[in-house]
């Protein structure tokens, strides 16, 4: 499903954030991106996001190269991705069920069907009960949960999520791991980045080692 | 549809968040759109009046003391076939001197210590109302001093065509004014929007990456400044509107007095459409290009 080709990327000549990336993630396979601060997770999946462009190297998807895509192209793209960040980037002004129904809303799908489809991924996530509730009013891991929601709501084939558990305690990092392996075992593909090494050893799934923008190891 | 419905939904919050800072754009729209209303109240009034006097405008053609009958006939026939005149009436100096006494009776006692009578009789025209009879009023004076009895002929047209002149000057100054007014009003909404795009930057990223359509990213920035420009118009609108009466209860009957029955009147509701409606324009404008350098 991803294919990289000595793939590079450096904000600064000769200052490589992703060094000679050579990597292929198979569709319905979970992989982890692991590797100190600075190794350059954040990067490669912003490459995936197409929210920046590689500098050398090659990146495909699905057999599209990433760095040929015109505008509309990368919005029908990027509606196939489902993403989740650290820092959850909910919408504060927003309930939690409206966090959710206004991507399917922005897709232009009716609104019965939006907010059948944003319920479904709530009750999923274990949120129904919340659905009137504004992000400040949530715990961390039920924000996270909602953000998860939303990554889910249009039924992505891909999933990449940026350090999800980075503002978790522990025990909610699992429960989060747990909600990505069930839609791994629903046929999505997964990719998280994480520093978290207890929490890879608790998933145990194929894991690539960045360091200094180079892959050191695959497990 | 969907989109203008989302767009303005979403502009609608936004205005309502950013509070004190959308109040200097409405204020800006505000007072573009003040300028112009005013520049427009004075103009559309002045036209009503210019109307009044065209349509009262006179040729007078005074007659030499002696003018026989048949020199009198043929002047009014002259009259009569330029086709110019709504109507016309003869004034003998007997009427001359009883209009003399009755418009200025504080001078009658300057007309009581007369000889005789030194008001000559005249004939007064009527002028019909309408563009293009300049050339024909002028080529009637031409003939008429030519025709014996005529002592002089005169006609007030010529302050009016000033008048006509000058109140242009005033509503093309008023509308360069009103546009240099609306350029600064639409930096002043892309300002604003732009910090309400900045307060809402983790959101626009969130609608990049789910792929929304730019349209949807943009549009509720545009709606904002929309909301505005019409929020800023009508106020100017309101304010002007509420001036007008004010004046009018103050002062109305004093003011009746000095515009001797000339009619006064706020703009007419086509006037409001339009100045709201380019509030709303300069609005979507700075809307616009504050989206467009953000997204
Ligand atoms: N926008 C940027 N401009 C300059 N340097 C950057 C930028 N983004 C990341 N980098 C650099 O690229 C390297 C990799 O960063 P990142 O991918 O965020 O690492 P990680 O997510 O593994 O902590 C770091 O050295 C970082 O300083
Ligand atoms: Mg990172």
Redesign the pocket.
């Known amino acids: 499903m991803i294919e990289t080709r000595h793939l590079s990327k450096f904000?600064h000549r000769g200052v490589y954030?992703l060094r000679d990336l050579t990597l292929t993630v198979e569709k319905g396979e979970f992989v982890f991106i692991t590797?100190p601060?600075?190794?350059?997770?954040?990067?490669l999946l912003r490459l995936l996001l197409r929210q920046e462009l590689a500098s050398e190297g090659e990146l495909l998807v699905n057999g599209q190269d990433l760095a040929t895509l015109s505008r509309p192209a990368i919005q029908e793209y990027r509606r196939g991705i489902g993403f989740v960040f650290q820092d959850f980037k909910l919408v504060p002004s927003r309930t939690v069920l409206q966090n959710v129904s206004f991507v399917p809303e922005v897709l232009g799908v009716p609104v019965a069907a939006q907010h059948r489809r944003a319920f479904q991924v709530l009750k999923w996530v274990g949120l129904q009960h919340r659905i009137g509730a504004f992000p400040e009013e949530l715990s961390g891991g039920e924000q996270q949960r909602v953000a998860i929601a939303r990554a889910l709501v249009n039924d992505p084939a891909l999933l990449i999520a940026d350090e999800p558990t980075g503002n978790l305690d522990p025990d909610l990092s699992l429960e989060i791991m747990n909600l990505f392996r069930e839609i791994n075992a629903g046929g999505t593909t997964v990719l998280v980045?994480t520093h978290d090494r207890e929490l890879i050893r608790f998933v145990g799934r194929r894991t690539v080692h960045?360091d200094q923008?180079r892959i050191a190891e695959v497990m | 549809m969907r989109l203008i419905r989302y767009a303005f939904r979403e502009g609608w919050t936004s205005l309502v968040r950013s509070g004190t800072s959308t109040l200097f754009s409405v204020t800006a729209i505000a007072l573009a759109v003040a300028v112009l209303a005013a520049v427009l109240l004075f103009t559309t009034n002045v036209e009503r009046w210019l109307d009044e006097w065209s349509s009262s405008a006179e040729l007078s053609v005074y007659l030499d003391d002696g003018t026989t009958s048949d020199e009198r006939g043929a002047i009014e026939d002259a009259i009569d076939v330029s086709g110019i005149a709504a109507s016309r009436e003869y004034v003998s100096k007997q009427e001359a001197l009883a209009r003399f006494r009755d418009g200025f009776s504080s001078l009658s006692p300057l007309a009581e210590g007369l000889d005789g009578n030194p008001f000559p009789a005249s004939v007064e025209v009527r002028l019909a109302p309408g563009d293009g009879v300049e050339a024909a009023l002028q080529a009637l004076a031409r003939q008429l001093i030519t025709l014996p009895g005529v002592v002089d002929v005169q006609y007030d047209r010529d302050w009016l065509n000033r008048l006509a002149a000058g109140l242009d000057v005033v509503r093309r100054l008023g509308f360069l004014l009103g546009l240099l007014m609306a350029l600064a009003a639409t930096v002043t909404v892309a300002a604003v929007v732009r910090l309400s795009l900045y307060s809402r930057r983790d959101e626009i990223e969130v609608m990049q990456l789910v792929g929304a359509p730019v349209g949807y990213i943009r549009g509720p920035f545009v709606a904002e400044g929309v909301l505005q420009g019409g929020l800023g118009a009508l106020a100017a609108l309101a304010v002007l509107g509420a001036g007008f009466a004010l004046v009018r209860s103050l002062y109305g009957t004093a003011l009746a007095q000095v515009l001797e029955g000339l009619p006064v009147g706020f703009l007419p509701p086509v006037y409001w459409a339009y100045l709201i409606l380019g509030g709303m324009v300069v609005g979507a404008a700075g809307g616009f290009v504050a989206a467009r350098q953000a997204v």
């Open positions: 904000y954030a590797g601060s600075g190794a350059g997770k954040s990067t980045a960045l923008g």
